[in-house]
């Protein structure tokens, strides 16, 4: 999950509407409903492949949601659950008010101070089809 937020900088409401089939794991993409409903295509770096590929053959539920609740029944996880679960990781490291969007804005930030043009950095959080 937290590999999938930081590599593509999607949106934490992004995330949880994921379904299984939405996941293209040899491709390193997944096409994601934004605000607005608006379909868009994010991709994923090969770490992240790794551990969604590891991630989905551990799971023993038939739910069609990419991520699932720890417990049964395996609801889909909702934002909230997301959010939870990273400020426990985040008491855990000692790191204070972790957050879903700060890997959106890492990334965006990283991409800016390796040079990347602030308005191609708008179109990879924000693509329009």
């Given amino acids: 999950m ?19 089939e939405d996941i293209g ?10 605000k607005g409903n608006k379909e868009r295509p994010v991709y994923f770096d090969a770490r992240t492949k790794i551990h969604l590929k590891n991630y989905l053959e551990s799971r023993q539920d ?3 949601a990419l991520f ?43 991409a800016i101070d390796k040079g990347m043009p602030i308005e191609q950095v708008q179109r990879l959080l924000f693509r329009k089809n």
């Fill in 2 to 20: 937290i590999d999938l937020l930081a590599s593509t900088g999607m949106r934490v409401g992004e995330l949880v509407k994921l379904n299984i």
């Fill in 62 to 64: 038939t739910n069609k």
């Fill in 68 to 110: 699932v609740s720890l417990q049964k029944p395996y609801n889909r996880l909702e934002i909230s659950g997301v959010e939870i679960r990273l400020r426990n990781l985040g008491k855990k490291l000692g790191i204070n008010k972790v957050h879903p969007h700060k890997f959106r804005r890492t990334l965006a930030t990283k």
């Fill in 25 to 34: 794991i040899e491709n390193r993409e997944c096409v994601v409903f934004g």
